[in-house]
């Protein structure tokens, strides 16, 4: 199953060799990947159903830290949309993209790249692996809205999604460190097998559902669904609606077998859940533009699946997966219909095209199809979920049932209602409107809508193979009665209350279709904007971290040296004094030649504060520099006295050459006296909380075995050294080390990009200053300024 993963991302990182021949032929490479993850799910569906496919690698065994993945009945259906549905889009966008779309490029990349992630998120089988790829997801979502990022709404959008799900995911992952502690494993399957309880897991699970809710847009933070519609049509279809925003809804699934009884679990996600559906319903009904119809459905949908997984029960568990699969298969052939409406007339301005049904009767009758699955009308499988998810709580009854099923009644009247808005919208002829012109749309972009559209109707007809699926799930629940236990998904259930209700939802959204005009007065009233909520948020924010900022930052390197002193003495001294243990066996020196030594040290640091030149003081803490190294070759450390000398010359070098700009005398206003006495005593216990940490330190080593001794020990056999700091800087800790290398090389790359680019303003564009071309003059800044 890793194979699988990292097969995804390599031939994604190879992808732009093939895109700089054919950007078409990228996409279509990307989707053999995904078709084959599909065929291979396939090929394992009767022990996915059964026991399930295991794969484990150790990374990390002496921690206990592991790569673990399991292919269930859950994970398969979720393979289904997010391989499946991923194939198909990425067929779909070959005939999208143009030959020379720049966005081409990367899109096919990173929608593979995210197809992998989304993949092993599926998988995983321990709660840090599913949150490692929980968060490529919205790296990778991030890189997808944003696209080159030129346009500002692509910017913000990516943005917004970007901090709502990280912020949602990092307090997923201290719910995460939380259950696992509590249950003393992080393996999944595990914690299913025997949930956990107490005050870890009472703290761990509202943590675990914001990671949820942030991730499926459920109410307040759906907003920035809706926004990411900026995003390419195929991204839409994919991300917005088989894949990324069921990542919630998928980490809600596959816990609620173990905490579905639990109403700090059950209670916020059936409560967030009705209200996300009744909210996004509401929303879409007033949108013009295609994609944000179904931006705002989706929203409303997704609070729909939430309810079905969280509320727990046999029933609703069957109705969860036959709605999971029914939205995936609903909702990116409508998606890529609203994005072949705009390739073909040029708009997804609901308000101007007319006559659609007439000029493009084949994606009319496609998106007919699609819409009367997520309507909920027979024989299609959103009409078997739908049925199924109102028995559910009906069968349950008492104020729970009937409130969650009434709740449930509501939003599918609206669910109707914006799918009649769509097909009104998209291709009805309106009157005083003209006919749209279209060109008609390539096989390309038709074939992929058909074949979802398709597979929704057939698999409704044969709703036995989606009930085998949605029983693998279903059978972590215990039925409360016999007639739960005996419940399967189907066409006909008989006469029953169920169907009433899914006639009710029919004719209720036509009608409320029919008479939307006073609903859109009401739209315009309504004080609900939670994307006014999340910019007051962030711009309280920023305001804040204007304010710190301005009171922190200060621009002072002796307030900064003086801030981290002060939090040194006042925090890391008390806690050596009351916790340490001075050594009994410390003496003052340990050799002779010490002593001449520390006394050059102290002088010459003591001298370098009464200097009057900037020359002298570099010279005397130079000779401070030059005498700890002077003690480190006494103690028997000539490689460290060797590194220390280097390094001393060479920041007397630099301050040789800084010193010839500057103004040879120190030029600053002495400070006050009680200025100086505060910077002396601080400077003071600085030290002396310094040296005396250091003394504790080294008498704080007990034991016959030490981490030196195993380093000296192996340094001669296991890397062929006799210096044993050589050996631990290449080889025991060669990681450490080429990070610390790395950190310097990204340090020193932005230095040089600063001096560069100031010397590029200095002298402009055209190679002169900006003084010699007249750009630096007062003129040219009137003219600029207007």
Known sequence: MLALVVAHLVVAGLLPLVSARSRRAAFAVAAVLPAGTVVWALAHVDAALEEGVTSTLAWAPSLGLELSFRLDALALAMIVLVSGLGAVILVYSVGYFGPRSEEATRSAALLLTFAGVMLGLVLADDLLTLYVFWELTSITSYLLVGQSGEKRESRRAALQALLVTVLGGLSMLLGFVLLGEAAGTYRISEILADPPSGGLVTAALPLILLGAFTKSAQL?????????????????????????????????????????????????????????????????????????????????????????????????????????????????????????????TGTRDLRRLSGLRVSMPGLAVAAALAGASMAGLPPLIGFVGKEAAFEAFLHEGGA??????????????????????????????KPGVEDTPVHAPGALLTGPIWLCAGIGLALGVAFPLVDALAAGYAGRYVAADAEAADYHLALWHGLKLPLLFSVIVIVGGLLLHRYR????????????????????TVGALERIAVVVTGRLQVGSLPAYLGTILAVVVLFLGPTTLLGGVWPDDQRPYHDLAQVPLAAAVILAALAALRAKRRFSAVLLVGIVGYGVGGLFVVDGAPDLALAQFLVETLSLVAFVFVLRRLPAHFTEQPSARRIQLFKAALATAGGLVVAGVAVVLSGARVGP??????????????????????????????????????????????????????????????????????????????????
């Open 400 to 429: 729970r049932g009937w409130i969650v099923a009434l709740g449930l009644l509501v939003g599918s009247v609206l669910t109707a209602a914006y799918t009649a808005r769509f097909l009104w919208g998209a291709f009805a002829r």
């Open 517 to 536: 005009g006073p609903l859109r007065t009401l739209h315009d009233r309504s004080p609900l904007d939670a994307q006014r909520g999340y910019e007051t």
């Open 705 to 786: 075995a030490s981490a030196s001794d195993d380093f000296i020990a192996l340094a001669p056999d296991e890397a062929g050294a006799d210096n044993v700091i050589a050996a631990i800087l290449v080889d025991f800790r060669a990681m450490d080390t080429v990070g610390e290398i790395s950190v310097l090389f990204v340090a020193a790359a932005g230095v040089a990009s600063l001096v560069l680019a100031t010397r590029y303003d200095r002298r402009g564009p055209g190679g002169r200053s900006d003084l010699q071309s007249g750009q630096g003059s007062p003129q040219h800044e009137e003219d600029v300024l207007g």
């Open 220 to 344: 307040p933070f759906h907003p920035w669904l809706p926004a990411a519609m900026v995003a390419p049509t195929p991204v839409s279809a994919y991300l917005h609606a088989a894949s990324m925003v069921k990542a919630g809804v998928y980490l809600v699934a596959r816990l609620s077998p173990a905490f579905a009884e639990v109403a700090l679990w059950w209670v916020p996600v059936v409560v967030a859940g009705i209200a996300t559906m009744l909210i996004g319903g509401w929303r879409a009904l007033a949108e013009t533009d295609l994609k944000r119809v179904l931006a705002f459905g989706t929203v409303s949908q997704l609070g729909f699946l939430m309810v079905l997984f969280g509320a727990g029960g046999r029933i609703a568990a069957l109705a969860g997966i036959a709605m999971l699969l029914a939205h995936g298969l609903f909702k990116a052939p409508l998606f890529m219909i609203a994005g072949a409406v705009d390739h073909a």
